[in-house]
């Protein structure tokens, strides 16, 4: 295998930058008290839990009361789903086919308990449809909360979440967005962007992994759905994992701080990306909207590859042999031989050919996306369909 590993698989995880490991290093080493404590110790790991909250929660424009630290995006977004149900009277959830399995799971389950679920209708290439969401925000008075990431991991397509967020209000729905994909990578102000709740992952912008957060805006009463303790306020027990929220903090801060720098790095290789790959894969097909920067994310390229159909799994597998990482869809599906269900979903007519998702960071070079696109030429040369 290549000693350098090629990492286009950024929509999974992400590496966590060295400033993050040092950081939690000097955490565990100095810093072990619990929160809780009374002790000098533990004010001191509580004085670091405070401080990591005050700083994402000005990166995102909120108060530090309305951030909540959970285990993990996953956990944020089936609180929110959970507690709006059983806390807030919520009767009905608008929603999309194509969401992560984290929100999709919770709301087949709520499903069962007699809450009625809307799909939204897409546009072309997966596009959500405002019209759609205003019908039926129009067409029903029972408590709606209406469920819609940010940006799709699989495909990149990015929701117009300021237009989302005012037909909920004008509509008195609640809003949770699953932003665990652009937290980090877009800018955001909750002070301007009037959703209700939020989910956000740290494995997803150079954070350690197992560790997110939930934005609860101020006034919306949602009990914990992990019991036994006074921890975060009384809103999920456990002791706190001082070491990843201090990482999570740090990683925030550094990519606030670089956010536009960061931002043109990460567009000039997904547009050299997609440039390249034209030339050299006559017809390679684009899913989503990837092709316009307006509508999608800066890191995410998914496409379909004219290759034969059996060689689906052999593709990511010699690619791997060569040191290129990548992936089909998102990660948690992509054990599976399964074409996949967002895919299936806005594509319903087509021939879905293998397909490969690329996801960039600022880190990757130019000379990366050579060698990939000279390996993934020879594959399709070696396979043709
Ligand atoms: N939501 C989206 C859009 C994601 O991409 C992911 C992770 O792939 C999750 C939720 C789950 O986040 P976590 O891995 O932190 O549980």
């Known amino acids: 295998m290549n000693q350098n590993p090629i990492y286009f698989d950024h929509a999974a995880t992400t590496f966590p930058y060295p400033e993050v490991i040092d950081v939690m290093k000097e955490q565990l080493a100095t810093a072990y008290g619990n929160p809780s404590s009374s002790h000098a110790l533990g004010r001191k790991s509580k004085a670091l839990v405070e401080k990591a909250r005050r700083s994402i929660a000005q990166h995102l424009g909120c108060q530090a009361k309305e951030i909540f630290f959970t285990s993990c995006g996953t956990e944020a977004d089936a609180w929110v789903l959970q507690a709006a149900v059983r806390d807030l009277g919520v009767q009905r959830i608008i929603t999309s086919s194509i969401e992560h399995q984290a929100v999709l799971a919770n709301v087949e389950q709520l499903s069962k308990q007699n809450i009625k679920v809307d799909h939204l209708k897409y546009e072309i290439d997966g596009e959500i449809s405002l019209a759609h969401l205003k019908k039926l925000l129009e067409g029903s008075d029972q408590k709606t909360l209406v469920s819609l990431m940010h940006v799709n991991n699989e495909i990149g397509n990015l929701s117009p979440i300021d237009e989302i967020a005012d037909l909920c209000q004008e509509h008195q729905a609640l809003f949770h967005c699953d932003a665990v994909q652009s937290i980090g990578k877009l800018p955001i102000d909750l002070g301007q962007t009037q959703l209700d709740f939020l989910a956000a992952s740290a494995h997803k912008f150079h954070g350690p992994k197992g560790v997110g957060f939930a934005f609860i805006r101020e006034g919306h009463q949602l009990q914990p759905m992990i019991l036994g303790g006074e921890q975060e306020r009384g809103k999920r027990a456990g002791t706190e994992n001082v070491t990843l929220i201090t990482g999570m903090a740090k990683a925030l801060d550094i990519k606030f701080d670089n956010l536009s720098e960061d931002r043109q790095k990460v567009l ?80 319903p007519q087509e021939d879905l050919l293998p397909n490969l998702r690329f996801s960039f960071d600022a880190s990757n070079t130019f000379e990366e996306i050579d060698h990939c696109l000279r390996e993934l030429k020879s594959i399709v040369e070696q396979n043709p369909v």
């Open 268 to 347: 000039k290789r997904k547009h050299y990306f997609i440039n390249q790959i034209k030339k050299a894969i006559p017809g390679i097909i684009f899913n989503g909207n990837c092709l316009d920067d307006t509508k999608s994310a800066d890191h995410i390229v998914n496409i379909r590859i004219p290759v034969k159909e059996t060689q689906e799994g052999m593709l990511l597998f010699k690619m791997d042999l060569n040191g290129i990482m990548s992936s089909r869809g998102s990660a948690c599906q992509s054990g599976a031989q399964t074409t996949s269900y967002v895919l299936k979903e806005i594509y």
